[in-house]
């Protein structure tokens, strides 16, 4: 589906042959290349524009190594540079209080629930004792789902069906987790198709009065060029500490995650990739820029 980006820039770079660096003229046809395969990932329009101009100004000069292609380098210098514009590193959430809280927010199908679960499966495997809140208040098949998770994963899960406050259940749900001496609880909140005022007024109201040590956003990596959008909602008014991409494992090389961080400027910091329960891992910028690049 993809062609290979380093094949296209050696076909632009032809005229290259007998030339000591890179020059203006044929660092601009590159670029264009580098900029298409940017879009062609995901990666939002305006966001690409601004990474290939820094790169048409870090290749600008360069010596031609004889070793690689100039293709070669052109891309190893993209990926470079994706890599420290998504974060350079990994970064970790952040578990603190007794118990710690974690908040996970995102659009109603984004994989919230699920990511709930694996991220349930993988604090418990570090030795960490884990309780899930449900409180998804609209949607009694996601308590549900969440219970299913929780039996999957034996981790246990705080319900009321009967409770239409979401607030009052969270805080229920940690004060138990209290009294069984859990380390961490994790909160799945309710999510609509698109954005809406209310979903964003409950959230905000629940974080505020859970005060969680990490507020996780998630996010479907095949909504391409709408997650960028999406995300800097709900970062304008939750204020979240990263970015949890999901659907990894679709046809998507997963440009928003270059473009999400680049808007909101918080790390990604887990990937999903499958609906099994194993099917995460924390995110390493380098590995994503790669795939973008493929
Ligand atoms: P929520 O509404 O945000 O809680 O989303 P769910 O967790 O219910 O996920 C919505 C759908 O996407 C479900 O059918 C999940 O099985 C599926 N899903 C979630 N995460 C992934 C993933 O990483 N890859 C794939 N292929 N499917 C996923």
């Given at each position: 589906?993809?062609?290979?980006?380093?094949?296209?820039?050696?076909?632009a770079?032809k005229?290259?042959?007998?030339?000591?660096?890179?020059?203006?003229?044929?660092?601009?046809?590159?670029?264009?290349?580098?900029?298409?395969?940017?879009?062609?990932?995901?990666?939002?329009?305006?966001?690409?524009?601004?990474?290939?101009?820094?790169?048409?100004?870090?290749?600008?000069?360069?010596?031609?190594?004889?070793?690689?292609?100039?293709?070669?380098?052109?891309?190893?210098?993209?990926?470079?540079e994706?890599?420290?514009?998504?974060?350079?590193?990994?970064?970790?959430?952040?578990?603190?209080?007794?118990?710690?809280?974690?908040?996970?927010?995102?659009?109603?199908?984004?994989?919230?629930?699920?990511?709930?679960?694996?991220?349930?499966?993988?604090?418990?495997?570090?030795g960490?004792?884990?309780?899930?809140?449900?409180?998804?208040?609209?949607?009694?098949?996601?308590?549900?789902?969440?219970?299913?998770?929780?039996?999957?994963?034996?981790?246990?899960?705080?319900?009321?069906?009967?409770?239409?406050?979401?607030?009052?259940?969270?805080?229920?749900?940690?004060?138990?987790?209290k009294?069984?001496?859990?380390?961490?609880?994790?909160?799945?909140?309710?999510?609509?198709?698109?954005?809406?005022?209310?979903?964003?007024?409950?959230?905000?109201?629940?974080?505020?009065?859970?005060?969680p040590?990490?507020?996780?956003?998630?996010?479907?990596?095949?909504t391409?060029?709408?997650?960028?959008?999406t995300?800097?909602?709900?970062?304008?008014?939750?204020?979240?500490?990263?970015?949890?991409?999901?659907?990894?494992?679709?046809?998507?090389?997963?440009?928003?995650?270059?473009?999400?961080?680049?808007?909101v400027?918080?790390?990604i910091?887990?990937?999903?990739?499958?609906?099994?329960?194993d099917?995460?891992?924390?995110?390493?910028?380098?590995?994503?820029?790669?795939?973008?690049?493929?």
């Amino acid at each position: 589906m993809f062609d290979n980006l380093s094949t296209k820039l050696d076909k632009a770079f032809k005229n290259l042959k007998g030339q000591g660096s890179i020059t203006e003229i044929n660092v601009a046809t590159t670029v264009k290349e580098i900029r298409r395969a940017l879009i062609d990932a995901d990666v939002n329009f305006k966001v690409a524009k601004e990474v290939t101009d820094e790169i048409k100004n870090k290749s600008l000069g360069q010596d031609i190594l004889i070793s690689v292609s100039p293709g070669q380098m052109l891309v190893k210098i993209t990926q470079d540079e994706l890599t420290s514009l998504m974060g350079g590193t990994q970064e970790n959430i952040v578990l603190e209080g007794n118990p710690a809280v974690i908040l996970i927010a995102g659009l109603q199908g984004s994989g919230k629930t699920t990511f709930t679960g694996k991220l349930a499966s993988r604090l418990k495997k570090e030795g960490k004792s884990v309780m899930l809140a449900a409180c998804d208040i609209y949607r009694p098949a996601a308590i549900d789902q969440l219970k299913v998770l929780g039996e999957q994963v034996g981790v246990e899960v705080y319900a009321e069906p009967e409770n239409k406050n979401a607030v009052e259940i969270a805080q229920k749900a940690i004060a138990e987790a209290k009294a069984q001496n859990k380390k961490v609880v994790i909160v799945d909140t309710a999510g609509r198709l698109a954005v809406d005022e209310q979903m964003m007024n409950e959230i905000a109201a629940v974080k505020d009065a859970i005060q969680p040590s990490e507020t996780l956003f998630v996010v479907d990596s095949m909504t391409g060029q709408d997650a960028v959008n999406t995300a800097k909602t709900f970062n304008d008014r939750l204020d979240f500490d990263g970015v949890v991409l999901t659907k990894l494992d679709g046809d998507t090389r997963g440009g928003a995650a270059i473009s999400i961080r680049k808007v909101v400027e918080k790390p990604i910091k887990f990937i999903s990739y499958g609906e099994k329960m194993d099917a995460l891992d924390v995110f390493y910028p380098e590995r994503m820029a790669q795939r973008v690049l493929g």
